[in-house]
């Protein structure tokens, strides 16, 4: 095995942290500002790129690995947790909003996942985080992620994020799935991954959820949010108060007199 092996343990329900236990000299990687809570012992360092064995090729190889993160939005480094203390010491990182975090064991699904740019949450050192460019022009162009996605490789244990409530389908082979693009949070690596046009002018000009469908075919697992990111910063951005005037209260009056009872004094 080429990741270190780590033990772990998810915490909460809307809001959930892990709790990661590294043995000595185990690393953990992490997002910048996923970080949480740490035991004595354990040593933070800020690293170029995702730690990966790729990284050990010398300069060159630090830089396309950090390339492939500036490609998928992310930073050029990630932080790495070492334990350096005699005994098994523990480390935690959180949810950045409401959700679940989902444990992929690479091993079971054939050391790939492929996931959204901004679902990356942790994994072991030895872990690979990458980009996974799209093949099919629609999906490239409508498929809401791009022609780049998210792909995890390696042998470990990784965590990604999802909004709201997770389902988990898992597709036979044939089987198809229609799933709305920013719903979709991840799926293994045999899941063939498609764009479909809505179809219906009534549906295409007022229907309200987009006009493509993501289409998935199996066999493979996915895994599908509820609560994408950008669909509830939408509806905050839709109800906060505009420049000179008031918030999307329900009647006015009674709006303005509940947020001076609460506090809210602002005019």
Do not use: C, W
């Given at each position: 095995m080429q990741a270190h092996e780590i033990d772990y343990h998810i915490y909460g329900e809307e809001m959930q942290y892990v709790e990661i236990e590294l043995d000595p000299q185990e690393v953990v990687i992490a997002e910048a500002g996923?970080?949480?809570?740490?035991?004595?012992g354990i040593k933070m360092e800020t690293i170029f790129g995702d730690g990966s064995q790729e990284q050990q090729a010398g300069i060159f190889?630090?830089?396309?690995?950090?390339?492939?993160?500036?490609?998928t939005g992310e930073s050029l480094f990630m932080t790495a947790y070492q334990n350096l203390d005699m005994g098994k010491r523990k480390v935690s990182f959180a949810s950045p909003y409401?959700?679940?975090i989902v444990p992929i064991d690479l091993q079971q699904f054939g050391g790939k996942f492929i996931c959204q740019k901004d679902s990356f949450l942790c994994a072991a050192k030895g872990v690979s985080v990458g980009?996974?460019?799209?093949?099919?022009?629609?999906?490239?162009?409508?498929?809401?992620?791009?022609?780049?996605?998210?792909?995890?490789?390696?042998?470990?244990?990784?965590?990604?994020?999802?909004?709201?409530?997770?389902?988990?389908?898992?597709?036979?082979?044939?089987?198809?799935?229609r799933v709305d693009t920013g719903c979709l949070v991840g799926f293994t690596k045999d899941v063939d991954y498609d764009i479909e046009f809505v179809g219906g002018i009534k549906n295409t000009i007022f229907?309200?959820?987009?006009?493509?469908?993501?289409?998935?075919?199996?066999?493979?697992?996915?895994?599908?949010?509820?609560?994408?990111?950008?669909?509830?910063?939408?509806?905050?951005?839709?109800?906060?108060?505009?420049?000179?005037?008031?918030?999307?209260?329900?009647?006015?009056l009674l709006g303005g007199l509940g947020r001076m009872l609460d506090g809210d004094n602002r005019f």
């Open positions: 996923s970080f949480m809570m740490m035991e004595n190889g630090k830089l396309l690995s950090a390339g492939k993160r500036v490609l409401p959700g679940k980009i996974e460019f799209s093949k099919k022009l629609g999906t490239g162009l409508f498929g809401g992620e791009g022609f780049i996605m998210q792909k995890i490789e390696g042998d470990g244990m990784a965590f990604v994020h999802s909004g709201g409530t997770l389902a988990r389908k898992e597709l036979q082979s044939g089987e198809l799935l229907g309200g959820e987009g006009i493509f469908f993501a289409t998935l075919r199996g066999p493979g697992i996915v895994y599908i949010q509820s609560l994408p990111f950008t669909r509830l910063a939408d509806r905050i951005i839709a109800s906060a108060p505009k420049a000179g005037g008031s918030g999307r209260e329900e009647g006015s």
